[in-house]
T-cell receptor, first 114, second 114 residues
Framework: NAGVTQTPKFRVLKTGQSMTLLCAQDMNHEYMYWYRQDPGMGLRLIHYSVGEGTTAKGEVPDGYNVSRLKKQNFLLGLESAAPSQTSVYFC?????????????FGPGTRLLVL | GENVEQHPSTLSVQEGDSAVIKCTYSDSASNYFPWYKQELGKRPQLIIDIRSNVGEKKDQRIAVTLNKTAKHFSLHITETQPEDSAVYFCAAIRSGDNTDKLIFGTGTRLQVFP
């Protein structure tokens, strides 16, 4: 099992450019999450999904969109990148709340917006 | 919504000493409290967790205690070793409600000096 994988590992964007981050998991988890990690801010939830075809906003959703067309994939999109979106992005997956809540994280994507 | 505060933000200890990290939460309905360890440049990984029906849980050199009345929980690491150096995150969630989310503290950077 590969667990949770993320593509790409590192990306540099210019302000205004768009990109999509891909998260894939092979553990048959229902729940998937996107977080951003900034120094001193911990892990902040951007969007999450409790099942295929469903998405919901987290703590800091502005400037991002997501899609969960397949159970194993969760995509995070930046339509018009801003320097404030420079961060490390982590994807995670888990079983439904009330069962095994352990969240398994991907290796992260480091994004630099110039 | 839930709010999790974590202290201290940095902690330095001598190898062999104990380390304690404390977190407080605001939602009295939260019932699941995991701790994640993130080594430099790596992904966060679960190291121990506790549910609200338990006051203490141990796993070798690490333990977590929970005080529901005061709404705080703590991570205790005994006989610290250099490989314990990492950032530790606490989190809280009202498990069983699929509309609720895991809320993380801002992290504690632990340095263990030989």
């Amino acid at each position: 099992n590969a667990g949770v994988t993320q593509t790409p590992k590192f990306r540099v964007l210019k302000t205004g450019q768009s990109m999509t981050l891909l998260c894939a998991q092979d553990m048959n988890h229902e729940y998937m999450y996107w977080y951003r990690q900034d120094p001193g801010m911990g892990l902040r939830l951007i969007h999450y999904s409790v099942g295929e075809g469903t998405t919901a906003k987290g703590e800091v959703p502005d400037g991002y969109n997501v899609s969960r067309l397949k159970k194993q994939n969760f995509l995070l999109g930046l339509e018009s990148a801003a320097p404030s979106q420079t961060s490390v992005y982590f994807c995670a997956s888990s079983y439904p709340a009330g069962h095994q809540e352990t969240q398994y994280f991907g290796p992260g994507t480091r994004l630099l917006v110039l | 919504g839930e709010n999790v505060e974590q202290h201290p933000s940095t902690l330095s200890v001598q190898e062999g000493d104990s380390a304690v990290i404390k977190c407080t939460y605001s939602d009295s309905a939260s019932n699941y409290f995991p701790w994640y360890k993130q080594e430099l440049g790596k992904r966060p990984q679960l190291i121990i967790d506790i549910r609200s029906n338990v006051g203490e849980k141990k796993d070798q050199r690490i333990a977590v205690t929970l005080n529901k009345t005061a709404k705080h929980f703590s991570l205790h690491i005994t006989e610290t070793q250099p490989e314990d150096s990492a950032v530790y995150f606490c989190a809280a969630i009202r498990s069983g409600d699929n509309t609720d989310k895991l809320i993380f503290g801002t992290g504690t950077r632990l340095q263990v000096f030989p």
